[in-house]
């Protein structure tokens, strides 16, 4: 939840996919843990990948986020 938080912040607006493509830049890790992007890429995703793509990257961080079990429940 504060991930989600931090990421519609950073998107400074109510654009979904500006917040998709925070919590992509936020969450997205190789199989070692370290981040794949930062926040200087954002215009790089935007410009260099084909949209489709980029949809189907944002859409996969946010159902991974939603199938994660909380710890508490």
Avoid: W
């Avoid at 926040?39 to 996969?60: H, P």
């Amino acid at each position: 939840m504060a991930e989600r938080e931090r990421a519609q912040k950073q998107a400074k607006s109510n654009d979904a996919n500006a917040f998709a493509l925070q919590l992509l830049i936020a969450k997205a890790q190789d199989e070692n843990g370290r981040k794949l992007f930062s926040a200087g890429e954002i215009d790089v995703l935007k410009n260099e990948v084909k949209d489709s793509d980029l949809q189907t990257l944002m859409l996969a961080v946010i159902n991974s986020e939603e199938e994660t079990p909380d710890p508490k429940s």
